[in-house]
């Protein structure tokens, strides 16, 4: 499983993004799992990345949580999770976006 953490400089919710990624990972046990980091730091890299919003999850190359029609963005994301508005997707939605994607590599 590739997973990539795409973030804008600076990005203050990375630590918190990588943090909920590195828990759903050993939830998962996936804890030998390792995961990247890539700073974004101009606009064609960001529409080439399909990155529209820092932070953004990549698990094999697919954002799980994509919203329809958004644009690529060197901006903030926000994320709903059960808990209200967040700069990261919950720990939850993180373990089952990576138990989606392992069923998908499984068949």
């Given at each position: 499983?590739e997973?990539?953490?795409l ?5 203050p919710?990375?630590q918190l993004?990588?943090?909920r990624?590195r ?8 804890a ?6 890539r700073?974004?730091t ?5 529409e080439?990345s ?10 094999n190359?697919r ?5 329809p029609h ?11 999770t059960?808990?209200?508005p967040?700069?990261s ?10 138990a989606t994607?392992?069923?998908r590599?499984?068949?």
């Amino acid at each position: 499983m590739e997973i990539e953490v795409l973030v804008v400089p600076d990005c203050p919710h990375r630590q918190l993004a990588e943090q909920r990624l590195r828990h759903a990972l050993d939830d998962e046990g996936l804890a030998a799992t390792a995961f990247a980091t890539r700073v974004i730091t101009g606009a064609a890299e960001a529409e080439r990345s399909g990155f529209t919003g820092s932070p953004t999850v990549l698990i094999n190359g697919r954002d799980p949580f994509a919203q329809p029609h958004a644009t690529p963005s060197l901006a903030c994301r926000i994320y709903r999770t059960p808990d209200g508005p967040s700069g990261s997707p919950s720990v939850d939605q993180l373990r089952q976006a990576l138990a989606t994607a392992s069923r998908r590599t499984d068949t």
